[in-house]
């Protein structure tokens, strides 16, 4: 196998404060081995990836993404659609540092907008981020204009139930 994945999972010893973080990490980044095996590509990260090297140079991670986001998702698309297979096995990795609710929501802001720099760069399909998809499909209806009215209306309400002892995906 040139490439592996091993799966990440979380340990549930995290202090109130880190609730977002964890959530997040559980609901989207600890996925079963099966559920990978059927999807390799949509739930792997780089954080426990066995690569070789030669792929490795080949591929390499986008030198312009120098802030937090996306640049894994970015990497494993490539090696995607330069149809490199994602061999995966049951040999999960603990993500020991979980943020703090409050910073990780200043690192999803931060995400978002090299979420949007890939997509105007052209350098990330939008459909390959759940979030660029309600975008598309949001776009295509012509409802962005609703979204952004929500956002403005209730975003700082949104923001406090993220950061406070029990938020809610």
């Known amino acids: 196998h040139d490439i592996i994945f091993g ?27 099966e559920k990978r ?9 780089t954080s426990n990836i066995l690569i070789k090297r030669n792929i490795f140079n080949t591929i390499q991670f986008e030198s312009s993404i120098t ?9 494993i698309k490539n090696l995607e659609r330069q149809q490199y297979n994602i061999h995966q096995i ?3 990795v603990y993500h020991l540092h ?32 759940k979030l660029s998809k309600v975008h598309n499909k949001l776009n295509n209806v012509k409802l962005t204009f609703l979204m952004r009215w929500f956002y403005l209306m ?16």
């Open 7 to 33: 799966g990440l999972d979380y340990s549930p010893n995290i202090t109130r404060s880190q609730n977002l973080r964890w959530l997040f990490g559980i609901y989207r980044e600890a996925t079963p081995l």
């Open 37 to 45: 095996i059927k999807k390799p590509y949509e739930n792997s990260f």
């Open 67 to 75: 802030n937090y986001g996306y640049e894994d998702v970015l990497f």
């Open 90 to 92: 049951a040999n999960e």
């Open 98 to 129: 979980v943020d703090k609710s409050a910073d990780y929501l200043d690192k999803v802001k931060i995400a978002m907008k090299n979420l949007i720099y890939l997509d105007e760069a052209n350098l990330l399909d939008v459909r390959s981020a």
């Open 154 to 169: 209730f975003n700082g309400p949104m923001e406090m139930k993220l950061v406070s002892d029990s938020p809610s995906l």
